[in-house]
């Protein structure tokens, strides 16, 4: 007797015994026993549906983190569309800002700087597109690394030759160890956060002693300064405390909402924005150490940079 198949196949009979037999059905990624889950950062709850897709192109999530956005829920080959869409402006402005330094002849931490933001932007682009551990870790420790460089400038600003030789050193050292403390321990992600935001409020601490230098200075250079330090020193904080805490401790509890407000990527945007103008800030000040003759100025779609005179046609 001949058989049809639900998609209309016909069988030989031979072919239709042996359908006969016990099939293997495959398990949906959201479903395999055993699988790793990730845990979201607020409440430590595994991930209850590790991909919408049937075929994730990156596999099953293996980072130790799950963000609020739905996993494969847009397309099979990202895992979280919009964050790792915005996660894309700081690869742009890294790149325009490294222009910058070549055009107007930096010094070499500019370079570093700028360089550390696109590789944060590597990183959260790898993160948050796989939600795999190698991801994760390419995300968090570019962080680190770019916040030691973003340091360096704000320790080393007051005099044209660097006055602690050794700075460099121990903040690689540093780098080094955090990174193998990070890779040797599978319950290292509350340490990155408390150690990364311990970084960013000195920044901005030693930041602000800087700024008091334009606190009162009337001129168009002294609004540009005020102006960029407060967009970076609330910015970054501003981010943390108004996007990722509300969506990391309520998303758990009000998922259908949060999923469509997406206030990771908006956080995204803000620590794009904040540190862009730190390093213009301080590019700034430092033109003014060295006296070389500088000035703020718009690029496209209102975007600041410094322009130095004399240094670029």
Same mark, same amino acid.
């Given at each position: 007797?001949? %058989?049809?198949?639900?998609?209309?196949? *016909?069988?030989?009979?031979?072919?239709?015994?042996?359908?006969?037999?016990? !099939?293997?059905?495959?398990?949906?990624? @959201?479903?395999?026993?055993?699988?790793?889950? $990730?845990?979201?950062?607020?409440?430590?709850?595994?991930?209850?549906?590790?991909? =919408?897709?049937?075929?994730? #192109?990156?596999?099953? $999530?293996?980072?130790?983190?799950?963000?609020?956005?739905?996993?494969?829920?847009? /397309?099979?080959? &990202?895992?979280?569309?919009?964050?790792?869409?915005?996660?894309?402006? @700081?690869?742009?402005?890294?790149?325009?800002?490294?222009?910058?330094?070549? %055009?107007?002849?930096?010094?070499?931490?500019?370079?570093?700087?700028?360089?550390?933001?696109?590789?944060?932007?590597?990183?959260?682009?790898?993160? =948050?597109?796989?939600? /795999?551990?190698?991801?994760?870790?390419?995300?968090?420790?570019? @962080?680190?690394?770019?916040?030691?460089?973003?340091?360096?400038?704000?320790?080393?600003?007051?005099?044209?030759?660097? %006055?602690? +030789?050794?700075?460099?050193?121990?903040?690689?050292?540093?780098?080094?160890? #955090?990174?193998?403390?990070?890779?040797?321990? +599978?319950? #290292?992600?509350?340490?990155?956060?408390?150690?990364?935001?311990? /970084?960013?409020?000195?920044?901005?601490?030693?930041?602000? %002693?800087?700024?008091?230098?334009?606190?009162?200075?009337?001129?168009?250079?002294?609004?540009?300064?005020?102006?960029?330090?407060?967009?970076?020193?609330?910015?970054?904080?501003?981010?943390?405390?108004?996007?990722?805490?509300?969506?990391?401790?309520?998303?758990?509890?009000?998922?259908?909402?949060?999923? @469509?407000?997406?206030?990771?990527?908006?956080?995204?945007?803000?620590?794009?924005?904040?540190?862009?103008?730190? &390093?213009? #800030?301080? /590019?700034?000040?430092?033109?003014?150490?060295? *006296?070389? !003759?500088?000035? =703020? *100025?718009?690029?496209?779609?209102?975007?600041?940079?410094? =322009?130095?005179?004399?240094?670029? +046609?």
């Amino acid at each position: 007797e001949l %058989r049809l198949e639900p998609f209309g196949q *016909r069988l030989s009979p031979s072919e239709g015994a042996a359908s006969e037999r016990p !099939r293997r059905r495959r398990q949906p990624p @959201m479903a395999a026993a055993g699988a790793h889950r $990730p845990v979201d950062p607020f409440y430590g709850r595994p991930t209850e549906v590790l991909s =919408h897709a049937k075929d994730p #192109f990156w596999g099953l $999530p293996t980072s130790s983190v799950d963000w609020c956005e739905p996993n494969y829920a847009h /397309t099979r080959y &990202v895992a979280e569309l919009f964050n790792t869409l915005s996660s894309v402006p @700081m690869v742009v402005v890294s790149l325009h800002g490294l222009w910058l330094c070549h %055009r107007y002849r930096l010094e070499p931490r500019f370079y570093l700087c700028w360089a550390g933001l696109g590789l944060v932007g590597l990183g959260s682009l790898s993160f =948050h597109g796989t939600l /795999t551990h190698f991801g994760q870790a390419l995300d968090e420790l570019s @962080m680190i690394v770019a916040s030691m460089a973003f340091l360096y400038v704000v320790l080393e600003a007051g005099h044209p030759e660097a %006055r602690r +030789p050794w700075l460099p050193f121990v903040e690689g050292a540093y780098s080094v160890a #955090f990174a193998i403390a990070y890779l040797t321990s +599978p319950f #290292f992600f509350p340490f990155f956060i408390v150690a990364y935001a311990a /970084t960013v409020l000195l920044i901005i601490h030693q930041a602000y %002693r800087v700024y008091l230098l334009y606190q009162k200075e009337g001129t168009i250079a002294g609004k540009w300064q005020r102006t960029l330090f407060w967009i970076a020193a609330l910015g970054y904080p501003g981010g943390v405390l108004l996007f990722w805490v509300p969506e990391n401790a309520l998303c758990p509890l009000y998922p259908e909402l949060f999923h @469509m407000l997406n206030f990771h990527a908006i956080f995204h945007i803000v620590t794009t924005i904040s540190p862009y103008c730190y &390093v213009v #800030f301080m /590019t700034y000040h430092r033109c003014v150490v060295l *006296r070389r !003759r500088a000035e =703020h *100025r718009s690029g496209i779609a209102g975007v600041p940079y410094v =322009h130095v005179m004399g240094a670029a +046609p």
